[in-house]
């Protein structure tokens, strides 16, 4: 009994694996048609909302999302495996002495839960984002795991990608991108249902400062400075530079007042690109 036990685990187990391997390494070439993010959003909304999705090759957004996204939410993308055991090693000490949470999901390990994986919290799925999050990073490249997080990441309610974002928010293209608008964009990201590019607050114009401060400490030149095949660094600069970003991310962490989450301008999305 116990050994029949047994095989069907290990066959479950079996199963399991190859199916999960084998939809990670569709997804290499393949781009998601829907997520379970996406579906989760259709079904549990409040109120009825335009689904809004739509693919862009990663060569056609602006290195400025690229590096907006990453400065704001992963700024050791590049050198780490999928998980940031520095960044998880602050944000334990941080959290431990100050009442608003300060998370350490690296821009994978959110890939991960967004394409793969259910909205939730539980201990389940976030074992399972560790599982997706090792296989995304053993079968992908950096490039690809970027490209599919800004096409399946929520910039608003029922906006998921820089592709919807773009056209919606800034009538433009995500190629056409400006540096401010990648910023504002990225201000949004901790929560874009509440924190909505139509209508950006105090709070988003804050974030949005501090991103490009960031933005300009990573420098232009990031991607290629940390590419893998480049053996040669700059220790002391990229010391530096971390030294720097510790304190601006620093300044993310502030928590705003009652008046800048509500103390929005009710601008259409032509006057939110208008004034950048």
């Known amino acids: 009994m116990i050994r029949k036990i ?3 685990i290990l066959k479950a187990m ?3 694996l190859g199916v999960t391997v084998l939809w990670v390494l569709l997804y290499r070439w393949v781009n998601p048609p829907i997520t379970w993010l996406h579906i989760s959003d259709q079904i549990f909304q409040e109120e009825s909302s335009t ?3 739509e693919w862009v090759d990663g060569d056609q957004i602006s290195p400025f999302m690229k590096l ?3 400065s704001s939410e992963d700024n050791n993308f590049m050198t780490h495996n999928g998980f940031d055991w520095e960044a998880i090693e602050k944000a334990r000490k941080y959290n431990e002495t100050h009442k608003k949470k300060r998370g350490a999901s690296t821009i994978s390990q959110q890939t991960a839960k967004n394409v793969f994986l259910w909205p939730s919290r539980s201990w389940v799925r976030k074992g399972l984002e560790v599982y997706f999050t090792f296989l995304i990073e053993t079968f992908w490249s950096k490039e690809r795991i ?3 997080y800004l096409n399946v990441i929520e910039m608003g309610p029922c906006v998921y990608g820089v592709q919807s974002a773009s056209t919606l928010y800034f009538h433009t293209t995500p190629s056409q991108l ?5 910023a504002l964009i990225a201000s949004c990201l ?3 249902k509440k924190f909505q590019l139509a209508k950006p607050g105090r709070y988003m114009r804050k974030r949005q400062q501090v991103i490009l401060r960031m933005m300009s400490c990573l420098g232009n030149d990031y991607f290629e400075r940390n590419q893998e095949d480049n053996e040669v660094r700059d220790v002391e600069k990229e010391n530096k530079v971390t030294r720097q970003l510790d304190q601006l991310i620093e300044d993310l962490d502030f928590v705003p007042g009652p008046t800048e989450e509500t103390e929005d301008s009710i601008s259409p999305p032509s006057q939110v690109r208008d004034s950048l």
């Open 68 to 70: 907006a996204v990453v």
């Open 14 to 16: 079996a199963i399991f």
């Open 146 to 148: 970027l490209e599919v």
């Open 178 to 182: 400006t540096r401010e608008q990648c």
């Open 190 to 192: 901790p929560n874009p």
């Open 6 to 8: 047994l095989f069907w």
């Open 51 to 53: 689904y809004h999705y």
